[in-house]
């Protein structure tokens, strides 16, 4: 099971980004998905997930991303996306996507397989 992250980059403040998550080796649909982010010298933070597709496949969001950020997929592609909009100084960190193999939606600790990290870095 692999996931690549890309996508990231360097912005300023107000603009859009969109990363993508490409799964091989499972079926992302199958899957709750979800993307964290971390910023040096803190802890890895649920940003939102994607349910499964046999699990209402709705997405849902942390706060501070709510009505700013958009978890979609392409089953086609085997990809998750995180559409970043309305980009603050404060979403910038490494984001991660991963894969849940627990019960808790919002928990890093109950997602088993992690991408490599894209880095986003919003300028003020």
């Known amino acids: 099971v692999q996931l690549q992250a890309s996508g990231g980059g360097l912005v300023q403040t107000g603009d859009s980004l969109r990363l993508s998550c490409a799964a091989s080796?499972?079926?992302?649909?199958?899957?709750?998905m979800a993307w964290f982010r971390q910023d040096s010298g803190k802890e890895r933070e649920f940003v939102g997930g994607?349910?499964?597709?046999?699990?209402?496949?709705?997405?849902y969001y942390a706060d501070s991303v709510k009505d700013r950020f958009t978890i979609s997929r392409d089953n086609a592609k085997n990809t998750v996306y995180l559409q970043m909009n309305s980009l603050k100084p404060e979403d910038t960190a490494v984001y991660y996507c991963?894969?849940?193999?627990?019960?808790?939606?919002?928990?890093?600790?109950?997602?088993?397989?992690w991408g490599q990290g894209t880095l986003v870095t919003v300028s003020s």
């Open positions: 994607i349910r499964s597709h046999g699990n209402s496949g709705r997405s």
């Open positions: 080796g499972l079926t992302s649909r199958d899957y709750t």
């Open positions: 991963a894969r849940r193999s627990g019960v808790s939606l919002t928990q890093a600790a109950t997602y088993d397989y």
